[in-house]
């Protein structure tokens, strides 16, 4: 019987250092670590702030997961890496890594696509995934819907964002705000409290001649003016911010069209499963509304545990071992970090 593959991932497309170590569908260990305090006080990520942030945790942070799982580097069968899209120097940092890893253990190398990634992660959570599937990716640089046939090959991308993805748009309303960075968790616990119809915010691309164009995309750039707008007239009128209900109607706003986007696009493709991952999948609004809408329609929704859902090792060490288990082409030890990755590949 042919044992299940051993992979070591590493994910450094961001702010964060992840490393995972998975066999088969079980993740053993799950080690990050994260520059995100260094980042706060800009209000955003820093690229040349993440690079260094990778190059001192690196090391210690491999060697955490090897320990925690109980391995050695001799041990693993493959090494995965995010080789794109991402930062540029953060992913030069992590392809780096994994390149210097494989060589010296002798090891075969799977640079793979960060965006498939995040669909992978969920077999850790529920097992293999059905195929088709449709995947609805939402974080802080993508809003993206997939049609995932194998995640093995290539995926057919549906739609994205023409302007701000969701989890840009949750940290720029949550600075208006005067919420902490990153802005998705303050945002969702502050909506607890506040009515989501409190507040008519814009959903964008939902109109008729919108849904002729661009059915499966995304824009939120017009919703985040919306916000700003309406703080900044409640402001000059001396007048108090209702944060709670600001976040409760603009979140509602976001989850209402990702979610209805995202179950249209399983209908029309007669698809009975959808996969969310990324970062605002952790939105406990998006998972209510989501799951909802799709038990109408008979559409199962899997979603990864929160920690699953924001960037990490395990993702990465999910894909490479369903492409090890596929006997799919290691890739070249001169592979480039891309950080424009285009959506259809998952392995270069």
């Given at each position: 019987?042919?044992?299940?593959?051993?992979?070591?991932?590493?994910?450094?497309?961001?702010?964060?250092t992840g490393v995972?170590?998975?066999?088969?569908?079980?993740?053993?260990?799950?080690?990050?670590?994260?520059?995100?305090?260094?980042?706060?006080?800009?209000?955003?990520?820093?690229?040349?702030?993440?690079?260094?942030?990778?190059?001192?945790?690196?090391?210690?942070?491999?060697?955490?997961?090897?320990?925690?799982?109980?391995?050695?580097?001799?041990?693993?069968?493959?090494?995965?890496?995010?080789?794109?899209p991402g930062l540029?120097?953060?992913?030069?940092?992590?392809?780096?890594?994994?390149?210097?890893?494989?060589?010296?253990?002798?090891?075969?190398?799977?640079?793979?696509?960060?965006?498939?990634?995040?669909?992978?992660?969920?077999?850790?959570?529920?097992?293999?995934?059905?195929?088709?599937?449709?995947?609805?990716?939402?974080?802080?640089?993508?809003?993206?819907?997939?049609?995932?046939?194998?995640?093995?090959?290539?995926?057919?991308?549906?739609?994205?964002?023409?302007?701000?993805?969701?989890?840009?748009?949750?940290?720029?309303?949550?600075?208006?705000?005067?919420?902490?960075?990153?802005?998705?968790?303050?945002?969702?616990?502050?909506?607890?409290?506040?009515?989501?119809?409190?507040?008519?915010?814009?959903?964008?691309?939902?109109?008729?001649?919108?849904?002729?164009?661009?059915?499966?995309?995304?824009?939120?750039?017009?919703?985040?003016?919306?916000?700003?707008?309406?703080?900044?007239?409640?402001?000059?009128?001396?007048?108090?911010?209702?944060?709670?209900?600001?976040?409760?109607?603009?979140?509602?706003?976001?989850?209402?069209?990702?979610?209805?986007?995202?179950?249209?696009?399983?209908?029309?493709?007669?698809?009975?499963?959808?996969?969310?991952?990324?970062?605002?999948?952790?939105?406990?609004?998006?998972?209510?509304?989501?799951?909802?809408?799709?038990?109408?329609?008979?559409?199962?929704?899997?979603?990864?545990?929160?920690?699953?859902?924001?960037?990490?090792?395990?993702?990465?060490?999910?894909?490479?071992?369903?492409?090890?288990?596929?006997?799919?082409r290691p890739s070249?030890?001169?592979?480039?970090?891309?950080?424009?990755?285009?959506?259809?590949?998952?392995?270069?």
């Amino acid at each position: 019987m042919k044992t299940e593959p051993l992979v070591l991932g590493i994910e450094t497309s961001c702010d964060e250092t992840g490393v995972g170590i998975v066999r088969g569908h079980t993740l053993l260990a799950d080690a990050v670590a994260s520059s995100v305090d260094e980042h706060a006080r800009f209000g955003g990520v820093v690229p040349e702030v993440a690079s260094r942030a990778h190059l001192e945790a690196m090391v210690p942070t491999v060697q955490r997961a090897l320990d925690t799982a109980g391995v050695t580097l001799a041990d693993v069968d493959a090494i995965a890496v995010t080789a794109g899209p991402g930062l540029a120097g953060a992913l030069l940092v992590g392809v780096a890594a994994a390149k210097a890893y494989a060589l010296a253990a002798d090891k075969p190398l799977y640079g793979v696509n960060h965006l498939a990634a995040h669909v992978a992660v969920d077999t850790l959570e529920h097992g293999p995934l059905p195929e088709p599937a449709i995947a609805l990716l939402v974080s802080g640089g993508h809003s993206s819907l997939l049609r995932v046939d194998d995640l093995a090959g290539e995926v057919e991308p549906l739609g994205s964002t023409i302007d701000d993805a969701a989890g840009e748009a949750f940290d720029k309303v949550a600075r208006l705000l005067g919420l902490p960075f990153p802005g998705g968790p303050p945002i969702d616990r502050e909506a607890r409290a506040g009515d989501p119809a409190a507040i008519s915010f814009p959903r964008g691309l939902t109109g008729p001649r919108d849904l002729e164009r661009h059915r499966f995309d995304f824009s939120f750039s017009g919703l985040k003016t919306a916000v700003a707008r309406w703080v900044e007239a409640r402001q000059r009128a001396g007048e108090p911010v209702p944060v709670a209900d600001v976040a409760a109607s603009f979140q509602e706003a976001v989850c209402d069209v990702l979610a209805a986007k995202a179950v249209d696009a399983c209908r029309t493709h007669g698809v009975e499963t959808l996969v969310i991952g990324g970062g605002v999948a952790a939105n406990s609004r998006l998972r209510a509304v989501a799951e909802e809408r799709a038990a109408k329609y008979g559409i199962t929704v899997r979603v990864p545990r929160p920690k699953l859902c924001t960037d990490n090792g395990a993702m990465v060490a999910a894909l490479g071992s369903h492409l090890v288990a596929a006997d799919a082409r290691p890739s070249a030890l001169d592979l480039p970090a891309d950080s424009a990755m285009p959506l259809t590949v998952v392995t270069v």
